[in-house]
């Protein structure tokens, strides 16, 4: 017969291994993935349509992710990623958050290797750490980010 202490006392040692084992189970984490290397704003302003050449915008910006031949013609894309990741682990209630954003380059150039249209998507560096429940397309968020990359303005303060 198992007397009311021992059952107690085995009680007791239940629940605090069931917290020890809640609380080893519970936790965060954050990762964060770069592919290929960043697309340089400074160095996009020094691309000319009519002017630049294929070499030199290698030589700017280094090696092409993608060459596409178009008939005579050729066009370069560079890509840069970024992903963000944050998740909350509480036991079997787990959330998490990955916001991946990139950056495209698209340069066509001319039968002599001349450049003649550049198209960009620059969001690599709007990439963020939340929770699910944040607001990751803030206007606000957005032209912060923008302007510490350099593609915006910075305010004045007077």
Not at 60 to 77: C, E, F, H, I, K
């Amino acid at each position: 017969m198992v007397t009311p202490d021992i059952a107690r006392g085995s009680r007791a040692l239940r629940c605090v291994v069931g917290a020890a084992l809640a609380l080893s189970l519970s936790g965060c984490f954050f990762a964060r993935v770069n592919r290929n290397d960043p697309i340089d704003a400074a160095s996009l302003a020094q691309l000319v349509p009519g002017t630049t050449t294929a070499q030199q915008a290698v030589e700017l910006l280094g090696g092409p992710t993608l060459v596409v031949q178009l008939g005579d013609r050729s066009a370069y894309r560079y890509d840069h990623t970024v992903t963000k990741a944050t998740g909350l682990l509480l036991g079997i209630f787990n959330v998490g958050h990955t916001d991946t954003r990139e950056d495209r380059l698209w340069l066509f150039f001319d039968l002599e290797d001349r450049l003649t249209h550049v198209g960009t998507s620059l969001q690599s560096h709007r990439a963020s750490y939340a929770l699910p429940w944040e607001d990751l397309h803030d206007p606000e968020r957005a032209q912060s980010a923008d302007r510490e990359r350099g593609l915006l303005p910075q305010e004045s303060d007077g």
